[in-house]
């Protein structure tokens, strides 16, 4: 179920690094595995075409057309695009699939067995986490 690892080098920086160019929020959910609350994040309805990339290192990471409404209150995909790895996660008293960046390690969500086809996942990420970069329109 892991998405291909990423071809680029591990982005390795500072914590001092990383709170320079992330907002408090970005930080909080990328660098200690934080969770916007629902409803509250940016690209929850977004519907513009392109590519959501880690907000801390650039990688790719989702299309916009694997992008659907799960009525969450974070954004959902049904597949993912780029490169992600998947970890065990314990916390909060039950056992989860956390997703984070393969190129810099930025905690991004989770990923669950309850999304739709065709592959039957819901990637649940906080919009804290992704940047859109649109599509060129030609």
Known sequence: MTAPLSTRPKVVKSDAAWRAELTPEQYRITRQAGTERPGTGPY????RPGTYV???CGEP???SEAKFDAHCGWPSFYAAGGAI???V???HGMVRTEIRC???DA???HVFDDGPPPTGLRYCLNGNAL???PDAQG
């Open 44 to 47: 929850l309805k977004e519907d």
């Open 54 to 56: 880690c907000v801390c």
């Open 61 to 63: 990471l989702f299309r």
């Open 85 to 87: 790895d998947e970890i």
């Open 89 to 91: 996660d314990r916390s």
């Open 102 to 104: 393969a190129s810099c």
């Open 107 to 109: 905690h991004l969500g």
């Open 131 to 133: 940047k859109l970069v």
